[in-house]
């Protein structure tokens, strides 16, 4: 019985360590999972990279997250990507109106490989507060 006790005791003070080691729990001051940088381009484009991780979904997180809480913008408006994720510089780019000439047709797909992907704002930074690491399988 005394082991049960000891074990559950142990259960009970190692918790919150993992529960932050798996990326769960509600707090104050949630930040997004990935970390991105987002640039502004000239042609009213915006550049995202990320740090550790090279999944798509640290590329949406990074621009819906960027749209909503540092542009203001709805959270219905669309993102599109503008140019493919480029594998020498680990970067995406996106826009807020759709590129000329590419298929902007809505899909469940995640993908940032393809001009004319796009979601909206809220989608893309819902992938934000996943709890699950997508490796692109």
């Not at 104050?28 to 970390?35: I, K, M, S």
């Not at 219905?76 to 590419?102: C, H, L, N």
């Not at 989608?123 to 934000?128: E, V």
Request: charged letters at 15%; hydrophobic letters at 40%; one cysteine or more.
């Amino acid at each position: 019985m005394r082991f049960f006790k000891v074990t559950g005791v142990a259960a009970l003070a190692l918790l919150p360590e993992l529960a932050n080691a798996i990326g769960f729990g509600i707090g104050f001051g949630v930040n997004p999972a990935f970390r991105t940088t987002v640039t502004p381009l000239d042609d009213g484009s915006f550049r995202v990279a990320t740090q550790g991780s090279s999944a798509a979904i640290a590329y949406w997180c990074g621009i819906g997250d960027f749209a909503i809480r540092t542009l203001g913008l709805p959270t219905t408006q669309r993102i599109y990507v503008s140019k493919p994720y480029d594998k020498q510089t680990r970067t995406v780019q996106f826009s807020f109106t759709a590129p000329e000439g590419a298929d902007t047709s809505r899909s469940y797909s995640i993908t940032v490989s393809r001009v004319g992907e796009n979601m909206s704002a809220s989608g893309a930074q819902s992938h934000c507060f996943d709890n699950i690491m997508d490796f692109d399988f």
